[in-house]
C-alpha cells in the first residue's frame, strides 16, 4: 500500500517597515510503502519511504506501533512524522508481521523453481500486492526435492534473514504399467506377472493381489486387482485380465524304472518313484502290483498311474525281475574291482578309460544268453568272465554309476522294413567330467582297428561304415537321436 503525501505550501505575509514581504515554503511529494517484516525485527524507518520529490533528505521516524508490537503478527497500523527542512507532517500507513514457518512440504519431486520464499511466512497470502515484500532463497535449493528428507533454509525478507526448513514428502502412490496373462489351468501366477512396468519416487515397491487371489483351477477371462504400495504406504490399485486355458498336459512319473527283486524278499514298489503334475507339484498315484508273483523266478509287469486335477492321467509300465541274484551281493563284487582299479587322484575321463580296460581285458564274448536284469548280466560278467552285449553294457554300467560317472543305455535301431537282416546290440553313452555324452562299447569286434572307448557320433558313423565293408552288417551304430542326448560330434 503507497500513500502520496503533499505538504501544502503556506502563504505568509510578513509586514515589515518598509513593506510586505511574501515567503512561500515548498511543498513536498512523497510516496509511503506498506512494509512487510519479520516478526521479532522492526524496519527500517526509510523503508516506509517510497518515493519524495526533493532533493534534499526527508527525515522519517517511526512513531508507533511500540517495540513490543513488533513481536506479535498481522497486520498493524504505522505512524510515521516526515520531517523537510522546518515542516513536519504526521501520516499513517501499515505493516505486515509475519512468522516464519516450522517447515514447508512440498512433494518429492517438486520443481524447486516453483518454491517462493514467501511460502515460508505464515500469512503471506493474506498481504497485498504493492507491499514492500523482497524476498529471495539463501540456501540453493537445488536437487533437494529429489528424494524425500527434511533439509533446513535460509530465506532473506526485506534485509533480513530467517531460517525454516523444506519438507520433502511422498504422497504420490506408484504408477504402473499392467498387462493381460494368460494361463494354463493351475499353474502358479503372481501379481508381479500382470506390472510390466512401475514408477516410483520412494521404492521399494510392494506389488500383491488387492481383494481375492484369482483361481487360477476355473477356466476363463477374470478381473485381477494389481495393488502396488510404496514405503509411505501410497497405494495404487490397477485392473488387468487373467486368461485362465484349460489344461491339458499328463503328469510326469519320475523314478519308474525295472526291478530287480530277489526271491522272497520284500517287495517295495513304491520306493524311489514319484508323481507330479504339469507345474511340477506332487501329485498320488497308484500302482497296479496284481500280476506279481515275488515267490517265483520270472518276469512281471507293474504299472504306476497317476491323475491330476484336471483330470489328466499318466500310466508307466516297468518290469519286476524275480530272481536269485542278490543286489548286494553283485554291488560287493563290483566294489572289489573298482578298488583294484580306480585311484582317488583320478579324472572322470581316467576312471571310465580303466573300467573301460578291466572289462575288455577280462570278460570274453559269448552269445546264447537270457537278457534279463542289470544286476544278473553284471553278475554273469563278474562271477563267469562271458557273455552278449547285454553283459558288457550291464557290467559297464553298474561299474560306470559306482563311480559316479554319467551314463546311460543306448539301443540300436532296427528296420522294420528288414525283419531278420538285423540283431539287437545295446552298449553305453557316458558323460565324464561334463565334457558331452560320448559312446562307450565295450563289447568285443572282430574289426580291431575300432576304438571303442569315447568315441564321437562322427566316428560312430566311422565304424559303421568300417564295419559294414568287412562283412559284420551295415547298421551296427545307428540309434534314434530324438531317444537320447545330442552325441558330441
Known amino acids: 500500500m503507497r500513500i502520496k503525501i503533499i505538504i501544502i505550501s503556506t502563504l505568509l505575509v510578513i509586514a515589515a517597515a ?10 513536498i511529494y512523497a510516496t509511503l510503502n506498506s512494509v512487510a517484516t519479520l516478526s521479532g525485527h522492526r524496519p527500517l524507518p526509510q523503508q516506509f519511504l517510497a518515493f519524495c520529490d526533493t532533493s534534499e533528505a526527508v527525515t522519517v521516524t517511526i512513531l508507533s506501533p511500540h517495540d513490543s508490537v513488533w513481536h506479535q503478527n498481522g497486520r498493524f497500523d504505522v505512524t510515521l512524522e516526515l520531517t523537510y527542512g522546518r515542516r513536519t507532517v504526521i501520516k499513517n ?4 508481521i509475519l512468522l516464519p514457518v516450522d517447515y514447508k512440504k512440498v512433494e518429492v519431486g517438486t520443481p524447486v523453481d516453483t518454491i517462493a520464499p514467501r511460502a515460508f511466512l505464515h500469512g503471506s497470502d493474506a498481504v497485498a500486492n504493492g507491499v514492500l515484500f523482497e524476498t529471495q532463497m539463501i540456501t540453493p ?10 533439509h533446513q533454509v535460509e530465506v532473506y ?24 496373462v494368460t494361463i494354463p489351468m493351475g499353474a502358479d501366477i503372481s501379481p508381479t506377472d500382470f506390472v510390466l512396468e512401475y514408477f516410483d519416487a520412494s521404492p521399494p515397491v510392494d506389488i ?9 483351477f476355473l477356466p476363463g477371462q477374470h478381473t485381477v486387482d494389481i495393488a502396488l504400495a510404496d514405503r509411505y504406504h501410497n497405494t495404487a490399485t490397477y485392473s488387468a485380465i487373467l486368461t485362465v486355458e484349460p489344461n491339458t498336459i499328463p503328469p510326469r512319473i519320475v523314478g519308474a524304472q ?27 498315484f497308484t500302482v497296479d502290483v496284481s500280476d506279481v508273483d515275488v515267490d517265483t523266478l520270472g518276469e512281471y509287469q507293474i504299472t504306476y498311474h497317476a491323475v491330476d486335477c484336471c483330470g489328466n492321467s499318466t500310466s508307466v509300465t516297468v518290469q519286476v525281475f524275480v530272481v536269485d541274484v542278490d543286489p548286494e ?39 546264447g544268453f537270457e537278457h534279463r536284469t542289470v544286476y544278473e548280466s553284471a553278475n554273469q560278467a563278474l562271477v563267469h568272465r562271458r557273455g552278449d552285449c547285454f553283459v558288457f553294457y550291464s557290467i559297464s554300467e553298474l561299474l560306470l554309476t559306482m563311480a559316479g560317472i554319467p551314463n546311460m543305455r543306448i539301443d540300436r535301431l532296427l528296420d522294420p522294413q528288414r525283419p531278420g537282416e538285423q540283431s539287437r546290440h545295446v552298449w553305453n553313452l557316458i558323460n565324464p567330467d561334463e565334457l558331452g555324452w560320448h559312446h562307450f562299447d565295450t563289447t568285443p569286434l572282430i574289426v580291431r582297428q575300432i576304438d571303442r572307448f569315447m568315441f564321437t557320433q562322427t566316428q560312430a558313423e566311422q565304424f559303421t561304415r568300417i564295419i559294414h565293408a568287412e562283412g559284420q552288417g551295415r547298421d551296427y551304430f545307428t540309434f534314434d537321436p530324438d531317444l537320447y542326448p545330442e552325441v558330441v560330434r
Open 18 to 27: 518598509v513593506g510586505i514581504y511574501f515567503v512561500t515554503i515548498p511543498t
Open 93 to 96: 500507513t501499515t505493516a505486515h
Open 141 to 150: 535449493l537445488a536437487g533437494l526435492t529429489d528424494t524425500t528428507g527434511r
Open 157 to 180: 525478507l526485506n534485509g533480513t534473514t530467517f531460517l525454516s526448513t523444506l519438507y520433502i514428502v511422498d504422497t504420490t502412490p506408484p504408477a504402473a504399467t499392467v498387462t493381460y
Open 208 to 216: 500383491a493381489f488387492a481383494g481375492e487371489i484369482p483361481d487360477v
Open 258 to 284: 525295472d526291478i530287480q527283486l530277489v526271491l522272497d524278499s520284500p517287495a517295495m514298489f513304491r520306493r524311489g518313484v514319484s508323481a507330479y503334475d504339469a507345474f511340477g507339484r506332487p501329485l498320488d
Open 329 to 367: 551281493d553283485v554291488r560287493e563284487r563290483a566294489a572289489a574291482v573298482l578298488d583294484r582299479i580306480l585311484r582317488e587322484d583320478m579324472t572322470q575321463v581316467q576312471q571310465a578309460q580303466a573300467i573301460f580296460n578291466w572289462i575288455t581285458a577280462n570278460v570274453g564274448y559269448a552269445a
